[in-house]
């Protein structure tokens, strides 16, 4: 099977994949005959498709928001997370190419990793991959990864990214039990509004209801409006900037969604290989909300991790 | 216990391009602009990890928020986040006094090493409420009850909601900083032609500098930009005449061409003792000999604004024991090209130097094609705080570049102050 590739043009609209993807979501509309078709109507299988992106190119503006909604210095150099808001519409058209077996709706983030291989000045020419591979089986239902590729105009790939999205239902496998919460002191507390995801969602174009307000995200499920995972991650990366090296990665996995508003703790600690172990963590219980860890490039092992089934249990 | 006194090396610089007010840096902190600054000094001499001896730092527009500035910004860098650090102020004095202060330690014993730098921003300015406001404001947040906060909002006038602005302004005068030096500068019989030749100088000689890659180590890119952006290499003396005056009335002299522009910027410079220079092999660029401040009465005297430095540099000399032509190269800033030729007038006055100064004779007149020989703030723009660090920086490294010699530091401030200093430098012997 070869691979179908297609090229988008400029920075695609997030807003016309995502609204037909929650057309799709929501119960009551995709119920209804309806004349479009709506994602989810491939064949159960995933793509074998490519989107690019041939010229990606930073907005300081945007840039500048980005660093303020999570927690940055705005510098020369791209935050080691800002490629993750780049891509997502990228991943938005992906997951609503027709082909696509369901819409990004409904999906649950458990892991995105980072590989940070050097930093990218704020005035270069990027091209960006994305595609998708999967689906595996997970307990609670199937996973699908989402690779991004970021090349400077050399093709060097300087970031690369996998997210991995748990698809509800159908759940096949052990049940895998979740790795123990972090030994990780925490040292920091972080009071995050109420509007943590309206802001985050003007700078992600992220604009998925459940984490606008209460009253949005609970058709989904969700008691409150929930922070994006990817801004929970975000706001960790910065806490921990000035001690990154230029190369490294930045895996996390997603456990307990953040409610908003609340007091969520950070902490951080670095063991004798330079492996720093993150969290963050409930302030009042102490259970994680996501866990994580920075290696450093030149100290990491030859065999790069494999996306595991279970989403980046690690024991 | 007597102390020894250690000679006090200027190891570099670094900067990032100044921009003008709302442009490039227009979404950038003072924060931002610092921790970028030192940052790209650390990749430069490899300070990753270091601790150092402390580094000194400070804006004058500053947010309240942002009373440590100075340690936030360490915190954000790659420095060993052991790093002291403290802010100071002076006006467009600080980046200089930050660097007297650091090196006045060095020279004690006290740090071995330690960085001195400044910031602005007219882009992210800070905006306080007005007084009534805040003091209501104040109130509210200390009522206990329901009824109490109401009985104080009940107080709110539309009127309190215009936010203060923060002003180019003196606060005992009221004039903005160019209507005073335009009536120094009156006084001095300074002449438009005179200033906008100064003006095109300065832009010729940093455009200059730029092309040859005297820059090249002094000056890091942020966010787009990799020179200075008021830099006009094209400048001259006949577009600069087409410019109306702002400063001084219809009939004034100063323009918005040979004034400096509201800009955004930082600068940082490193300074150690020559025992740690050696241990890492860095070279030493110059030496940061003394330094001198001085005030002037502007308001209930009769001296210019700016003129402070006209009385710190012949009090330094003396202490020296030098004259005013005894230097390779002259850095006086530019904060208006009238400013600059005041003060030179001012030195080759007889009257000023025996009334004002106390002299038998005037300090004379110095060789111009030595004055700010690298372009000056009226073409590379003034962040305030900035000034003095982009100034050490290059003047160090321009003696260096010479095989030796001295320099002169002239920065004049808000407040009727002035800080100036001497560099000495041995070249790569």
Redesign the interface.
């Known amino acids: 099977m070869t691979t179908r590739i297609k090229e988008l043009d400029g920075a695609p609209s997030v807003l016309a994949g995502y609204g037909r993807a929650f057309a799709s979501a929501l119960p009551l509309v995709s119920s209804l005959p309806l004349p479009v078709s709506l994602p989810g109507g491939g064949s159960g299988e995933l793509p074998d498709l490519e989107l690019r992106v041939p010229s990606l190119k930073t907005d300081?503006?945007h840039?500048?928001?980005y660093?303020k909604v999570c927690g940055f210095?705005?510098?020369?150099t791209l935050p080691a997370t800002y490629l993750n808001v780049r891509a997502f519409p990228v991943h938005i058209a992906l997951m609503t190419d027709g082909d696509f077996p369901f819409g990004p709706v409904g999906l649950v983030h458990l892991r995105n990793a980072i590989r940070h291989v050097r930093p990218v000045?704020?005035?270069e020419e990027l091209s960006l991959r994305v595609w998708v591979t999967g689906l595996d089986p997970h307990p609670k239902g199937r996973t699908l990864t989402l690779h991004t590729e970021a090349a400077a105009a050399d093709g060097e790939v300087v970031w690369s990214a996998e997210s991995t999205m748990l698809k509800l239902g159908g759940g096949s496998g052990e049940r895998v039990e979740r790795g123990a919460d972090p030994d990780v002191p925490a040292s920091v507390t972080w009071t995050v509004p109420g509007d943590q995801g309206r802001r985050y969602a003007t700078v992600s174009g992220d604009r998925n209801p459940i984490h606008l307000y209460g009253l949005t995200a609970k058709p989904f499920g969700f008691p409150r409006a929930i922070a994006h995972g990817l801004w929970t991650k975000a706001r960790a990366v910065a806490a921990l900037?000035?001690?990154l090296p230029d190369a490294f990665t930045v895996d996390v996995e997603f456990r307990k969604p953040v409610l908003l508003p609340t007091r969520v703790s950070f902490g951080s600690s670095t063991d004798a290989q330079g492996v720093t172990a993150f969290a963050v963590t409930d302030a009042r219980k102490g259970s994680a909300h996501l866990v994580g860890s920075v290696t450093p490039a030149k100290k990491q092992r030859t065999s790069r991790r494999t996306t595991t089934a279970n989403g980046g249990t690690t024991a | 216990m007597t102390t020894e006194l250690r000679k006090v090396a200027v190891l570099g610089g670094n900067r990032i391009p100044f921009a003008r007010s709302n442009s490039a840096y227009a979404a950038a902190s003072n924060q931002d602009m610092l921790t970028a600054a030192l940052d790209g000094l650390v990749s430069r001499f490899a300070l990753e990890g270091e601790r150092l001896g402390e580094v000194v730092a400070g804006a004058v527009l500053k947010h309240s928020r942002d009373f440590n500035l100075t340690r936030e910004t360490v915190m954000s860098t790659r420095l060993d986040a052991a790093t002291p650090a403290y802010d100071i102020q002076q006006a467009c004095g600080t980046g200089l006094q930050a660097a007297l202060l650091v090196a006045n330690k060095i020279a004690l014993g006290q740090i071995d090493c330690g960085v001195a730098g400044g910031v602005d921003t007219t882009s992210d300015a800070p905006l306080a409420v007005g007084d009534d406001l805040r003091k209501l404001l104040i109130k509210l947040n200390n009522a206990r009850s329901t009824g109490d906060r109401l009985k104080v909002l009940a107080g709110v006038r539309p009127g309190m909601i215009v936010p203060a602005i923060p002003r180019n302004e003196e606060p005992r005068t009221g004039l903005s900083m160019g209507e005073h030096q335009a009536r120094t500068g009156a006084r001095w019989g300074v002449t438009r032609a005179e200033q906008d030749e100064l003006t095109a100088r300065s832009h010729h000689n940093l455009a200059a500098a730029y092309e040859r890659g005297f820059q090249a180590d002094l000056v890091t890119p942020f966010l787009g930009l990799e020179r200075d952006q008021n830099l006009r290499p094209d400048s001259s003396v006949e577009k600069l005449a087409k410019l109306k005056p702002v400063f001084g009335g219809p009939q004034g002299t100063m323009t918005a061409g040979n004034s400096t522009p509201l800009s955004d910027g930082a600068a940082a410079v490193l300074l150690a003792s020559e025992e740690w220079a050696q241990e890492r092999g860095l070279p030493v660029l110059a030496h940061l000999v003394t330094g001198e401040t001085a005030a002037v009465d502007y308001v209930g005297g009769d001296e210019g604004l700016l003129m402070a430095p006209a009385y710190a540099v012949p009090r330094m000399l003396d202490r020296l024991g030098l004259t005013l032509q005894d230097f390779d190269i002259y850095e006086i800033h530019e904060a208006f090209a009238s400013q600059v030729l005041s003060t030179l007038k001012a030195w080759e006055d007889a009257v000023f130097c025996q009334e004002r100064l106390g002299r038998s004779a005037p300090l004379g007149a110095i060789d111009r094609s030595r004055l700010n020989v690298n372009g000056s703030s009226l073409a590379a723009g003034h962040p305030f705080a900035a000034t003095g660090g982009r100034i050490v920086a290059a003047a160090a490294k321009e003696l260096y570049e010479r095989g030796g010699g001295r320099a002169l530091i002239s920065i004049c401030a808000a407040g009727g102050q002035g800080v100036v200093a001497i560099l000495e430098s041995n070249g790569s012997n």
């Open positions: 300081l503006t840039l500048a928001d660093a210095t705005l510098r020369d000045s704020v005035r900037e000035a001690r």
